[in-house]
C-alpha cells in the first residue's frame, strides 16, 4: 500500500474530508455549544447529501475513492448493518445516473 505521501493530493484531499466529516460527527454527535453542533450537522447534511453537482460531495468522493456510499454512510452514521459488505466493496449497478469520478 503506498505511503500518504505518495498519493496524489486530490486523493489525499478526499481522505482529509472523509476524516474530518468523521471525527466531526464523533466529537460533536452530544455537543451543547452552538459551534459543536453546528460543525455535527454540517457533517451530517454532507454525509446524506445526495449532491452530484458539487466536485468534493459525498457521493463523488466514494466514487472517486472507489467507496461503496450507502456502506460508507451506514458506518460513519452508526447505520444498520451492512450484510457483510466492506468500505471497499462497490455496488455498480446501484445508481441510475453517475457522475465522472472526481481526481
Not at 489525499?12 to 466529537?27: E, G, H, P, Y
Request: proline share 3%.
Amino acid at each position: 500500500m503506498p505511503r500518504l505521501s505518495e498519493v496524489c493530493p486530490e486523493r489525499r484531499l478526499a481522505v482529509a474530508i472523509f476524516s474530518q466529516a468523521a471525527n466531526d460527527l464523533q466529537k460533536f454527535r452530544c455537543a451543547r455549544c452552538e459551534a459543536g453542533y453546528s460543525l455535527y450537522t454540517d457533517a451530517r447534511k454532507w454525509i446524506t447529501s445526495d449532491d452530484r453537482l458539487w466536485p468534493y460531495s459525498f457521493l463523488n468522493l466514494c466514487d472517486a475513492l472507489h467507496l461503496a456510499s450507502d456502506v460508507v454512510r451506514a458506518e460513519l452514521l452508526g447505520g444498520a448493518s451492512h450484510s457483510g459488505r466492506s468500505i471497499g466493496d462497490r455496488d455498480h449497478g446501484s445508481r441510475a445516473h453517475r457522475s465522472e469520478a472526481v481526481a
